[in-house]
């Protein structure tokens, strides 16, 4: 008999991969039916085979949970997820029936990998691994208990939860649970987990200096199924056009900045803060042209000749716009109002969010709607001005002639609903980074 090939027997592990998924999906399908959550089968992304979304309840709205593979599945069957709900803003669970909160931590610091805590850490958590236990898996753990009788409260720091690990189909390794009678809504949860953690964490911080925060919910960037992949090879191209180092070092600092959403968004409107000198020196060239158009301008009057000069003089000491103007220039210069329709118009979330008016209770982050619906809409200006604002929200400086403006505080729910406004301003760094780009040169 010929030697199988190695696409037989990739083809025959795809079999074997599906029917047990099958089979898990079918159990996994039940149990969330006995315990009236919803699930239903998607595209996959693992292969060609299906996926299952399982909606889990999130305070007063759903998480989605999406198992691709066999494997995963397994996890999920082996625990009794059914009894928990997620804490909203959080890679956290609660099981309202038991009291008990169990939520991701990570290493502060380090934004490459959210969920990440070095394993240098560990030993400086636990101390020194004990030699007797060869196990690679072996779970690490310290309890804290409350002084209160009535309401005892108990604090657990370890490096393994089964089913947070199910849930958040990852792997965890770092876990705080909290342990009081009577946590069984999200708020109580949520409140609950957020004091004690940062009492907790700061004191672990200033003993030892190791700083530790609890994993926050970030919306996950959509999973491609395979037949949605594309072959980078046959349309990257070999480099033509390069970059300022200054803007093109913001642009990839804000893009490392996963989970700090106020550093990220800042660092995006640096990479437009750099070319306002350029862009808003265009608006002054044009003002420059028209004044020596003028049919009465003299060169040898006086007066003529100092307005050129105040033209000039404000271009070059920056006084020529204010901030909020310079944006409105430079994205003028740099986006096209078709383009940008067509960006802002792309998915329906996105539709939704930038369609939400301020005074929807929705809308966390108070920001004036940019009018999607209004083809004469100058589209351009209306990002520009809501970039700016969002600035201001950071910054905690002053709109011109609007009183104070709210301040976006990190780890808030404002901060965390910036996710398509740090989108918006990414898009606009990129067509900027890409008009200001030249030839290459090596």
Not at 327 to 353: F, H, M, S
Request: hydrophobic share 40%; proline share 5%.
């Amino acid at each position: 008999m010929a030697d199988e090939t190695s696409e037989d027997i990739w083809s025959e592990y795809d079999d074997k991969e599906q029917e047990t998924r099958a089979t898990r999906f079918e159990q996994l399908k039940q149990r969330c039916q006995a315990a009236n959550i919803a699930a239903e089968e998607v595209a996959g992304f693992f292969d060609e085979g299906p996926a299952l979304v399982i909606k889990m309840p999130c305070g007063r709205a759903l998480r989605s949970v999406q198992i691709d593979t066999s494997d995963e599945a397994q996890r999920l069957l082996d625990v009794p997820f059914e009894k928990y709900r997620f804490v909203p803003g959080f890679d956290a669970v609660f099981a309202p029936a038991e009291g008990i909160v169990e939520a991701s931590v990570r290493s502060l610091g380090s934004s490459t990998n959210q969920a990440g805590v070095g394993l240098a850490v560990l030993p400086k958590l636990f101390g020194p691994r004990d030699p007797s236990s060869k196990l690679r898996g072996h779970v690490r753990s310290w309890t804290l208990k409350s002084d209160d009788v009535q309401t005892e409260t108990e604090l657990t720091l370890r490096t393994q939860s089964d089913v947070l690990q199910a849930l958040l189909v990852r792997n965890v390794r770092l876990v705080l649970f909290v342990q009081r009678p009577g946590i069984d809504t999200a708020e109580k949860a949520e409140s609950m987990l957020v004091k004690l953690s940062d009492a907790l964490f700061f004191q672990i911080e200033h003993l030892i200096n190791v700083a530790l925060g609890l994993v926050r919910e970030r919306l996950a960037a959509p999973k491609i199924s395979k037949s949605g992949r594309v072959d980078l090879g046959n349309i990257v191209q070999f480099p033509t056009m390069e970059y300022d180092k200054a803007p093109i070092s913001l642009y990839w600092y804000g893009r490392n900045a996963g989970g700090m959403p106020l550093l990220q968004f800042l660092a995006y409107y640096q990479v437009l803060e750099y070319f306002y000198p350029v862009y808003s020196k265009a608006e002054a060239n044009r003002r420059v042209r028209r004044l020596l158009k003028e049919p009465g301008f003299r060169v040898d009057k006086d007066s003529d000749v100092n307005k050129l000069l105040g033209v000039i003089q404000a271009a070059r000491g920056g006084a020529f716009l204010d901030e909020r103007s310079q944006l409105k220039a430079t994205l003028g210069e740099c986006l096209d109002q078709a383009e940008l329709r067509d960006y802002l118009n792309g998915t329906p979330e996105r539709i939704a969010w930038f369609k939400k008016k301020e005074i929807e209770k929705e809308n966390l982050l108070k920001a004036r709607p940019i009018p999607l619906a209004d083809e004469r809409a100058d589209l351009v200006a209306e990002v520009a001005e809501r970039i700016y604002a969002i600035r201001c929200k950071i910054v905690h400086t002053k709109a011109e002639s609007a009183g104070d403006v709210e301040l976006l505080l990190p780890y808030s729910k404002e901060a965390d609903a910036l996710d398509h406004d740090i989108d918006l301003v990414r898009y606009a760094c990129q067509k900027v980074l890409i008009s200001a780009s030249v030839p290459i040169h090596l």
